[in-house]
């Protein structure tokens, strides 16, 4: 029988090479959770380290990329992994927002399924608050800022302020992670590469700085993950609480991390402790995470 496709065994072959393939890629068939399948690459390597087939090992990583495609293919297609499959938030986009724009940890992310974490609370809020004017604080490349904007892209309306002081790991004591990104690219470049250049601006100063160039602006949402030490949250709330507007959403990032990074002190916790007995205060206390923390102003 010949279908709209051409001839139907060529179809069904298809299928079968397809079914075939999947099952090279399940190497634990129906392993018990999604974790124990997609760790098989490690397992594979490390069983190769141990058994010292360093030809084997060789020829893996020569192949590496090809399979890796070829999976993603597969996974795209519904044919392996259906609980990578997200039926909200696609995975291709996901995977840009966490691959080009560097999530990290904190934000309780799944890099293997490629899942948001708190990028899909923004997101929502985003989305929810249909807000005219963003306002976002600090990001190494622009995982949080870039899914404010797509938000704002998919509400067709809305524009994110994106300030960061670029601060490099190699020249600034109190970087915070940054890596000096935004001194070194273009940042409209950077966000058209998702399509969202049209709903972001971003500012390289500091947020003082910024502050005081833009003291009439409004904005009904705002995010802050720069500067983490004690004082310099403080600063940011006392910068930016009064460019609030009413009813509109004030988040922080981190608000559990304690201790060090390189020579500045966490701070934003104790921050948290004592502004969120003034205001209408929510914690999102996720395990996989650093913390956010929402205050509403009524
Ligand atoms: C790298 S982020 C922290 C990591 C973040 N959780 C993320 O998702 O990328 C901290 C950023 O804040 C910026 N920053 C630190 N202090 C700042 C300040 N006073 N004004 C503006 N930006 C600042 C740094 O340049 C850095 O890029």
């Given amino acids: 029988m010949t279908s709209m496709f051409g001839n139907s065994n060529v179809l069904s072959s298809l299928t079968h090479l397809l079914r075939k393939l999947s099952k090279v890629f399940?190497?634990?068939?129906?392993?018990?959770?999604?974790?124990?399948?997609?760790?098989t690459t490690d397992?594979?390597?490390?069983?190769?380290?141990?058994?010292?087939?360093?030809?084997?090992?060789?020829?893996?990583?020569?192949?590496?990329?090809?399979?890796?495609?070829?999976?993603?293919?597969?996974?795209?297609?519904?044919?392996?992994?259906?609980?990578?499959q997200q039926s909200l938030i696609k995975r291709p986009i996901s995977k840009k927002l966490l691959k080009l724009y560097d999530g990290?940890?904190?934000?309780?992310?799944?890099?293997r399924q490629f899942f948001l974490g708190f990028g899909l609370i923004h997101y929502a809020f985003i989305r929810n608050l249909k807000p005219k004017n963003i306002l976002c604080i600090g990001s190494r490349k622009g995982f949080v800022p870039a899914i404010l904007a797509l938000a704002c892209k998919d509400n067709g309306m809305g524009l994110v302020d994106f300030v960061d002081a670029g601060y490099d790991q190699d020249n600034h004591e109190k970087h915070w992670s940054g890596i000096g990104f935004w001194k070194k690219e273009d940042p409209?470049?950077?966000?058209?590469?998702?399509?969202?250049?049209?709903?972001?601006?971003?500012?390289?100063?500091?947020?003082?700085?910024?502050?005081?160039?833009?003291?009439?602006?409004?904005?009904?949402?705002?995010?802050?993950?720069?500067?983490?030490?004690y004082e310099g949250v403080i600063l940011d709330y006392n910068l930016f609480w009064p460019l609030l507007d009413k009813h509109g959403f004030m988040s922080f990032?981190?608000?559990?991390?304690?201790?060090?990074?390189?020579?500045?002190?966490?701070?934003?916790?104790?921050?948290?402790?004592?502004?969120?007995?003034?205001?209408?205060?929510?914690s999102f206390l996720l395990p996989q995470s650093a913390g956010l923390g929402m205050l509403q102003k009524v």
């Fill in 104 to 111: 990290d940890d904190g934000h309780n992310l799944d890099e």
């Fill in 188 to 229: 409209a470049k950077h966000f058209a590469q998702i399509g969202v250049d049209g709903y972001i601006k971003t500012f390289v100063m500091t947020t003082k700085e910024y502050a005081e160039k833009y003291p009439h602006k409004h904005y009904q949402y705002i995010y802050i993950d720069g500067d983490h030490s």
């Fill in 26 to 39: 399940s190497f634990l068939p129906e392993a018990k959770n999604m974790s124990e399948r997609v760790m």
């Fill in 253 to 282: 990032h981190d608000i559990t991390e304690r201790g060090y990074l390189d020579k500045g002190v966490f701070g934003v916790y104790k921050f948290w402790e004592e502004v969120s007995k003034k205001h209408h205060a929510v």
């Fill in 43 to 84: 397992k594979l390597l490390l069983f190769l380290n141990m058994v010292k087939w360093f030809g084997f090992r060789k020829l893996y990583w020569v192949i590496r990329p090809g399979l890796e495609w070829l999976a993603e293919s597969l996974i795209n297609a519904g044919y392996i992994y259906p609980s990578f």
